[in-house]
Structures are given as structure tokens and as C-alpha cells.
């Protein structure tokens, strides 16, 4: 499932080894758009929701479309977990559950924006919506920079949630590390460079993705183990999946705090992209673990 909103979709490095991989499996592959109203998604044997990359655009549209096929049981990820993991408050839930993550506040009004954004230790603080893609409404500012709080203002005045979060300095060295699990197995970890920079602005003047390899340290895996583990329970617990199924996939970020300890950033549980180009082996991977659901 993907988006008629070209522009939104203009980059998706995934789609050309994602279409090779599924012709030489022998799956017919349909880019369905979920704004196109003469789909019939219930005729699919499984739908996998990859890019419908303009869904922050039009939040309330999509949250009634994905409203409309609850229940659906070909939708993968379930449609129920993307509406919890569509808004970063579940980061509080895995956070509930022992999941090591970026220390962050949660806020409804600027008396609670200030008092979260002095809560923390570091010098600069990270703002942005609970709901948000492509570093959106984001940006890093100086606890004292009045930039920060018209940022939040503006953000509370559309009815969303803010997030303070502490600016984790080493992400300008060292980047963050994603890894993308398919079917519960890890398929591959990638480096992002640092894509905000001081006062608001992003590296560079744009929004762009640095992605490189990376050999994973083991510490971060062990966050990405206890992150996927806790989001299975979720959905597990929640009737989502059954008990001894798997999310079909996940993609996992992981930065590292000032003190040197890694923290889950983000668990992208629906429309990540896998960055599939890092690892040859990475698309087949995940028509194998399509095929599994089918099977199944």
C-alpha cells in the first residue's frame, strides 16, 4: 500500500529491488494508493502497508481510512498497531515496559513545554509532534532560544502533541543506527547522519538521508532486541497478532545519550523505509518473510 501523492513518494530507494524481488518470487505485486476509493482491499490475500508517505498531510483522512479496516486481518502491520504507533506516545508505553528510550516529555500547554524543556540536563532540547514523518515541525534549539517555544506554540495550536526531548550531542558524530527486522529476525542495520542542526534548521538547509553501513555494536542490539520484543507484546497482548506470531516487520532507531548509553529513538512499525539498497541480500529477505504470511 503506498500513496497518488507522487511527490511524497519521488525518492523511495525500496521500491525498485522491492518490485524485482517480488517478479522473481512470482508474486503480482499492485502498488495500491490508499486515497484511490475504488480499491477493494479486503480482495488482496495480503496488503503490506509500505508508503503512504503523505499521511501527515492528511491525518484525519487516513486515521478514518485505517478506522474503516479495523479487523482486517491481511492488513500487515495490523491496522490497530499503526494507529498506536502512529503517535510517539507509544515510546511511554515501551519505556513502561523496561525499553531504554530517549528520555521525553509529553506535553499539552506551554506552562508544561517549560517546565519538561528545564528538566533537562543537556544545553539544547529537541521539539516536535507526537505525530510526524521527515523531521516535520522539528527542530533542535538552546534551552534558552525563544524559537523553541514558538515551535511548540505552533504545534499545540493544530491540536497535537508536543515532544521535548534532550539533544543527544553525539548524534552529530556518530549519527543514529537503524536496524530492520523482518518477520522478529534482524535483516540489516544502517547508519543516518545527523539531520538537525542548531537553531532549528537541518543539516545542509534540507531534508536529506545520509545512509552507510554500519557494524552494529552489540549494546545497541541488545536496545533493538528489548524494542521489538516489547512492541510484539503489545500487539500480542491486544489481540493484534496471535500469541506465537511475529510483526511482519519493524525498523528500530537507536542513538546514543551524552553518557555513551544507547536509547531507542523511534520503533517505525509501519511505513519505514527499510533502506533496502545497504544489503543485496535485504529485499529478498523480506519477500521470504511475505511468503511465510502467505503460506500461513
Not at 108 to 114: C, K, L, R, T
Request: charged share 25%.
Amino acid at each position: 500500500m503506498t500513496t497518488s501523492d507522487l511527490d511524497a513518494i519521488h525518492d523511495d530507494v525500496d521500491l525498485p529491488l522491492q518490485i524485482v524481488a517480488f517478479a522473481n518470487a512470482g508474486i503480482d505485486l499492485v502498488q495500491a494508493a490508499w486515497e484511490d476509493e475504488s480499491v477493494a482491499w479486503d480482495s488482496f490475500d495480503l496488503v503490506v502497508v509500505r508508503s503512504p508517505w503523505n499521511y501527515v498531510k492528511r491525518l484525519n483522512a487516513f486515521r478514518k481510512w485505517l478506522g474503516d479496516r479495523r479487523g482486517l486481518t491481511t492488513f500487515h502491520n495490523p491496522v490497530e498497531l499503526i494507529e498506536w504507533n502512529i503517535d510517539k506516545r507509544y515510546l511511554a508505553d515501551l519505556a513502561h515496559q523496561g525499553v531504554p528510550i530517549v528520555p521525553t516529555a509529553f506535553v499539552d500547554s506551554i506552562e508544561e513545554f517549560h517546565s519538561a524543556a528545564q528538566s533537562f540536563g543537556s544545553a539544547e532540547i529537541v521539539v516536535k509532534p507526537s505525530v510526524s514523518a521527515g523531521s516535520r515541525l522539528t527542530g533542535r534549539y538552546l534551552k534558552t532560544d525563544r524559537a523553541a517555544e514558538v515551535l511548540a506554540s505552533e504545534i499545540l495550536a493544530k491540536g497535537l502533541t508536543t515532544m521535548v526531548q534532550p539533544f543527544a550531542a553525539r548524534i552529530d558524530a556518530e549519527g543514529e543506527i537503524g536496524t530492520v527486522l523482518f518477520d522478529g529476525m534482524i535483516s540489516h542495520s544502517f547508519n543516518k547522519a545527523a539531520l538537525l542542526a542548531e537553531g532549528g534548521q537541518l543539516v545542509g538547509g534540507e531534508y536529506q538521508e545520509q545512509i552507510t553501513s554500519v557494524q552494529t555494536p552489540d549494546d545497541v542490539l541488545v536496545v533493538v532486541d528489548a524494542a521489538a520484543s516489547a512492541a510484539t507484546e503489545v500487539a500480542r497482548g491486544a489481540g493484534w497478532i496471535s500469541k506465537d506470531q511475529q510483526l511482519l516487520y519493524g525498523r528500530y532507531d537507536v542513538v546514543r545519550l551524552d553518557d555513551g548509553s544507547p536509547a531507542l529513538l523511534e520503533a517505525e512499525l509501519f511505513e519505514p523505509c527499510f533502506f533496502l539498497p545497504i544489503d543485496v541480500d535485504a529485499a529478498d529477505r523480506f519477500v521470504g518473510a511475505v511468503l511465510r504470511r502467505l503460506s500461513a
